[in-house]
Nanobody, 121 residues
Framework: QVQLVESGGGLVQPGGSLRVSCAAS????????MGWYRQAPGKQRELVAT???????NYADSVKGRFTISRDNAKNTVYLQMNSLKPPDTAVYYC???????????????WGQGTQVTVSS
């Protein structure tokens, strides 16, 4: 069994910063891509940022220059540092990971439960 657990969401004022984390645990042999998506009320889930096991990153245009994704492979953890936050960044943030499970030796995408980020004065 594999679990992804997010932490670090909350309420922040416009222009502020927040860091969210996501730790993967369980029957994990290897992790390839990890990343973050977000979903605002009434909108579709959208890509925020991704990072490969080698450290190659990709960002949505709307967050480039403000958000930074990183990961600690030894801890199976991915982070999203969010700076200069704006009210449109308000959403539930979901992490995901492309994981090779030990038991089955098959790859699969796994998702966290989501963490709320609210940007408001």
């Amino acid at each position: 069994q594999v679990q992804l657990v997010e932490s670090g969401g909350g309420l922040v004022q416009p222009g502020g910063s927040l860091r969210v984390s996501c730790a993967a645990s369980g029957s994990i042999f290897s992790i390839h891509d990890m990343g973050w998506y977000r979903q605002a009320p009434g909108k579709q889930r959208e890509l925020v940022a991704t990072i490969t096991s080698g450290g190659t990153t990709n960002y949505a245009d709307s967050v480039k220059g403000r958000f930074t994704i990183s990961r600690d492979n030894a801890k199976n953890t991915v982070y999203l540092q969010m700076n200069s936050l704006k009210p449109p960044d308000t959403a539930v943030y979901y992490c995901y990971a492309d994981i090779l499970r030990i038991a089955s030796m098959t790859w699969g995408d796994y998702w966290g439960q989501g963490t709320q980020v609210t940007v408001s004065s």
